[in-house]
C-alpha cells in the first residue's frame, strides 16, 4: 500500500521579473510539484530563490572538480518554472515597502483603512489578509483592516513566506484554520455601553422617537388591515349587493299548506284510535309526499305538463338564475330544489310548500300542479295493500265455495247409494208402523183376554187372535231390525241416518264458511272502492303581485358575515402558523 506524497508548501521557483510578470487575476495558488520521496533538508526551490537564482535552477557540482555547471531540467521541473497564471497582478504587489511605512505616517485608522481601500487591491488579495489576520490572532473588522492591522504589526500580508505559512499545520497541531469562516466578510463589533450621559432632554428625545416610531408602525399596520379588509371583504360585499340591487331578476313565491288525512272505520278502538286523530297518524304519508315532491320524478312531471325548463331558460333571467338552453335534467333539477322549498311539521302534522318562478303565474301554475301530483301519490300509497285484500278475499271465498260444492255432492251420493232420501224421515215412518202396530197387538191381546174370561171360550176365535197376535209381533220385530240391524244391503237405517248426517252437517259448516268468505269479499270490495287518505288544503296557492326574492339588503348582510368569517380564519391560521415558526 503506498501513500501519496503531499506538499508542505507551493514551489515558488521564480523571483523577480518572472514573479512580477504574472497576471493580476485568477484562481487559487495551484502547487507547481511535489516534494521528492526520500529527501531530506530544505526545499530546494526554496534554496534556489533564497540565493536569488532567477532561472530557479539547481547547481551541481560536475564530476571531475571542472566546477559548477547548469545541469539540464527534467519536463517536470521545466513545467513547473513555466510562466502561468497564478492570480498576481503583473506590475507587483502595491502597498509592499515595507511594514513601517504606515507606522511613520501620521494617520488615523480610519484615515489607514481609506488609503488601503483606494490601493485597489484585488479580492484574492484581501482574503490572503484576512486568513495571515487570523493566524496571526488579530481582531479585524474587514479585509482593509486586517491589512490595516498586519502593517502595524510589522507583517506584510503579501509576503511569500507567510502566504505559504498558511498551507502548513498550524504551530499547535491542531491542522488548518477554522473552516467555518466565510471569506471575505465584514465583522461587526459588539455594541458597548457607550460614555455618554444622557439628559433629560435626551431622554425625552429618546422617548418622543420611540413613541413616533410606534405610531408609524400601527399607523402603516392599520393601513395594511384596511387594504386587506377593502379588498377581502368590503369589495366583495359591494359585488354582491350591486348584483341583488341592480342585476338580480325578481322572483314570486306562491306558499301553500296542506294536510294529510287518514280516513278510519266506523267504531274500532284499542291505542289506534287515539293517534287516529293527531298526525303522528299520518307521519309516515307526509315525509313521503314531501321526498315525492322535491324529487326528479315530480320535475320530470312538472316539465313535461307545463314547461318548467322553457320558463327559466327566458332570455329576461339574469346569468345566475336562467337555465341555459337545452340544459341536462341535472342541471334543471339542480335549480329545482333551489326554488321549491318544502318542509314537514312532525307536531302539526302539516306540510309547507313554497315555488318560486319568474312570474306570479308560473308560479301559482307549478304550486296547483305538485298539489295534484300529492294527491295522486296520497291516494296511490295503500293502492296496492287495497287490492292485496281485495284479492285475497276473493280467493277465500272462490275456496270456501268449492268446498261447499263438494260437501253437497257427496250427501247426493250417498242419498242415491242407500236410496234413501232422508234418513230422518224414514226412521220416523218405521216409528210411526212400528207404533201402531205395537197398538194393534195390545188390542188383541185384550180381546184374548176377554175371550178367555168365558166359561166356555170359542176356541177357534182364541186361535185367531192368538194368530194375530203373533203376526203383528213379527211384523214389528222385522221393522225394528230395519232401524238397527245391518243385515240389508246398505245397511242399518242407523248407519245410514249416520252417514248422511255426517254429510249433511259438512255441507252446512261448508255453506257457513262460503258465507262468511262472501261478506269479506263484500268488505274488501267496499275498502278497495273507497279512498283511505285524503289531501286537505289549509292555504291554497294564490299568485302573488310583488317580488318575494332578491331580498337585497338582507343577501348583501348576509355576504358581508361570511366574507368577514372567511377573512377572520384565514387571518387566524396564517397568525397562528407565522407564530409557530418563528418560534
Known amino acids: 500500500m503506498t501513500t501519496k506524497p503531499k506538499a508542505k508548501k507551493y514551489r515558488i521557483g521564480r523571483t523577480g521579473q518572472a514573479a512580477t510578470e504574472r497576471p493580476a487575476t485568477g484562481d487559487a495558488m495551484q502547487p507547481d510539484a511535489v516534494a521528492d520521496e526520500g529527501r531530506t533538508g530544505p526545499d530546494q526551490a526554496s534554496i534556489a530563490n533564497a540565493s536569488g537564482d532567477p532561472a530557479g535552477t539547481r547547481a551541481s557540482p560536475k564530476v571531475g572538480g571542472a566546477g559548477p555547471a547548469a545541469r539540464p531540467l527534467n519536463p517536470l521541473e521545466a513545467a513547473a518554472q513555466a510562466p502561468h497564471e497564478d492570480g498576481f497582478p503583473k506590475e507587483g504587489f502595491k502597498g509592499t515597502q515595507g511594514a513601517g511605512t504606515l507606522a511613520e505616517d501620521d494617520l488615523t485608522p480610519e484615515q489607514a483603512v481609506e488609503a488601503i481601500r483606494k490601493e485597489g487591491l484585488t479580492g484574492r488579495q484581501l482574503r490572503m489578509a484576512r486568513r495571515v489576520a487570523q493566524k496571526h490572532g488579530l481582531a479585524t473588522t474587514s479585509d482593509f483592516d486586517a491589512v490595516y492591522q498586519l502593517r502595524r504589526a510589522g507583517i506584510d500580508p503579501f509576503q511569500r513566506a507567510n502566504m505559504l505559512d498558511l498551507v502548513g499545520p498550524a504551530a499547535d497541531g491542531s491542522g488548518d484554520a477554522d473552516q467555518s469562516v466565510h471569506l471575505p466578510q465584514t465583522v461587526v463589533p459588539p455594541q458597548l455601553p457607550a460614555n455618554h450621559v444622557y439628559d433629560e432632554a435626551d431622554r425625552a428625545r429618546s422617548v418622543l422617537e420611540i413613541q413616533k416610531d410606534i405610531a408609524r408602525r400601527r399607523r402603516r399596520k392599520l393601513r395594511m388591515l384596511v387594504v386587506r379588509l377593502a379588498f377581502f371583504v368590503f369589495l366583495p360585499t359591494i359585488i354582491a349587493g350591486y348584483y341583488y340591487y341592480n342585476v338580480a331578476t325578481p322572483m314570486y313565491a306562491t306558499k301553500t299548506e296542506f294536510v294529510i288525512q287518514k280516513a278510519d272505520g266506523a267504531g274500532g278502538g284499542g291505542l289506534g284510535s287515539l293517534f287516529a286523530g293527531s298526525g303522528l297518524a299520518t307521519s309516515q304519508d307526509s315525509t313521503t309526499v314531501q321526498s315525492y315532491l322535491t324529487s326528479r320524478d315530480a320535475m320530470l312531471r312538472l316539465d313535461q305538463d307545463v314547461g318548467y325548463k322553457a320558463v327559466f331558460s327566458d332570455p329576461?333571467?339574469?346569468?345566475?338564475?336562467?337555465?341555459?338552453?337545452?340544459?341536462?335534467?341535472?342541471?334543471?333539477?339542480?335549480?329545482?330544489?333551489?326554488?321549491?322549498?318544502?318542509?314537514?311539521?312532525?307536531?302539526?302534522?302539516?306540510?309547507?310548500?313554497?315555488?318560486?318562478?319568474?312570474?306570479?303565474?308560473?308560479?301559482?301554475?307549478?304550486?296547483?300542479?305538485?298539489?295534484?301530483?300529492?294527491?295522486?301519490?296520497?291516494?296511490?300509497?295503500?293502492?296496492?295493500?287495497?287490492?292485496d285484500q281485495m284479492k285475497g278475499s276473493r280467493e277465500s271465498y272462490e275456496e270456501a265455495e268449492l268446498e261447499m260444492f263438494a260437501a253437497q255432492a257427496e250427501v247426493l251420493r250417498l242419498q242415491e247409494k242407500m236410496g234413501v232420501f232422508d234418513a230422518a224421515s224414514d226412521a220416523s215412518s218405521?216409528?210411526?208402523?212400528?207404533?201402531?202396530?205395537?197398538?194393534?197387538?195390545?188390542?188383541?191381546?185384550?180381546?184374548?183376554?176377554?175371550?178367555?174370561?168365558?166359561?166356555?171360550?170359542n176356541k177357534a176365535r182364541v186361535d185367531g187372535v192368538r194368530g194375530d197376535i203373533e203376526r203383528l209381533e213379527t211384523l214389528i220385530g222385522q221393522l225394528r231390525a230395519k232401524l238397527t240391524e245391518a243385515g240389508g244391503e246398505n245397511g242399518s237405517l242407523a248407519s245410514i241416518s249416520g252417514q248422511l248426517r255426517i254429510a249433511q252437517t259438512n255441507l252446512e259448516t261448508r255453506t257457513l264458511l262460503m258465507q262468511q268468505a262472501l261478506q269479506q269479499l263484500e268488505t274488501a270490495r267496499i275498502e278497495a272502492n273507497?279512498?283511505?287518505?285524503?289531501?286537505?288544503?289549509?292555504?291554497?296557492?294564490?299568485?302573488?303581485?310583488?317580488?318575494?326574492?332578491?331580498?337585497?339588503?338582507?343577501?348583501?348582510?348576509?355576504?358581508?358575515?361570511?366574507?368577514?368569517?372567511?377573512?377572520?380564519?384565514?387571518?387566524?391560521?396564517?397568525?397562528?402558523?407565522?407564530?409557530?415558526?418563528?418560534?
Open 316 to 387: 329576461e333571467i339574469d346569468a345566475v338564475q336562467r337555465l341555459e338552453d337545452n340544459a341536462s335534467n341535472e342541471a334543471a333539477y339542480k335549480l329545482y330544489k333551489k326554488n321549491v322549498k318544502i318542509g314537514f311539521d312532525p307536531t302539526e302534522g302539516i306540510v309547507k310548500m313554497e315555488i318560486v318562478a319568474p312570474t306570479p303565474a308560473a308560479s301559482a301554475q307549478f304550486s296547483e300542479r305538485l298539489i295534484a301530483y300529492a294527491e295522486e301519490r296520497v291516494d296511490n300509497l295503500t293502492q296496492r295493500l287495497r287490492e
Open 530 to 583: 273507497k279512498q283511505t287518505r285524503y289531501l286537505e288544503l289549509g292555504v291554497r296557492p294564490v299568485a302573488p303581485d310583488e317580488p318575494t326574492y332578491p331580498r337585497a339588503f338582507e343577501n348583501t348582510m348576509l355576504a358581508f358575515l361570511i366574507f368577514s368569517g372567511i377573512y377572520l380564519m384565514v387571518s387566524i391560521t396564517v397568525s397562528i402558523l407565522r407564530e409557530q415558526v418563528s418560534s
Open 430 to 457: 218405521l216409528m210411526s208402523q212400528i207404533n201402531a202396530f205395537e197398538v194393534q197387538v195390545q188390542e188383541k191381546h185384550l180381546a184374548l183376554r176377554q175371550l178367555l174370561d168365558n166359561s166356555r171360550p
